[in-house]
């Protein structure tokens, strides 16, 4: 890897020492001495660093490498292009849905015994949301089941771009005004899908996901 590439001796110095997820940073001023930049400089990149999830920074214990997530990245890019509206959140969704659909059957094929149950339990809980007095709109469970299929590939950007998509739609509150048949036909699918997942059924699950894409033609599902 071409290091030179990478704008940030901070980065640079987390790369070149190895420094291992949880391991705790010496003080900006001893990696200013060994790497020649001025604390200041340092103190700039760390609060990028930090932005970008790659370390944290907390009173008394220091600063710490944080695992590495693509999440906070796409998100923040996310975010600004829709406040400035140089993007709108329909083109996202067109990338989230291309992501699920291309990487279905990877993600499918490696679901556990256990999955399937936690599956089904969203599945349950969100209908008895659904069908309580008063009623609630099962949103974390929407975001839960969709994660949960997907969170068997050891693919951080895949990951990333998916969990930023759900953080992206809750900001957009999209759904807020929609009616309650619209949660009825979404889950309806939903539940088809953990049904056919269940019993290995992938490509008729994969299916069954594009159709429910299309609930809101312009709308994520």
Known sequence: ????????DFLRYLI?????????LPSLNEISVEMGVSVGKLREQLEVARTLGFV???PRLGTHREPYSFTPAVLSSVLFGLGTAEADFDQFS???RAVETSFWQEAVTQLTAEDKIYLQELVNTAWEKLRGQPIHIPNGEHRLLHLTIFSRLNNPFVTGILEAYWDAYEASELTRYMG???WLDVWLYHERIVAALIANEFE??????IEHFSLLPTHPA
């Not at 070149?16 to 705790?24: I, M, N």
């Not at 008729?204 to 996901?209: A, D, I, N, T």
């Open 56 to 58: 944290s920074v907390r």
């Open 1 to 8: 890897m071409i290091l030179s590439k990478l704008d940030s």
């Open 16 to 24: 070149e020492k190895r420094v291992a997820a949880g391991e705790r």
């Open 180 to 182: 309650y048949q619209y």
């Open 94 to 96: 067109q990338l989230r």
């Open 204 to 209: 008729e699950g994969r299916q069954l996901l």
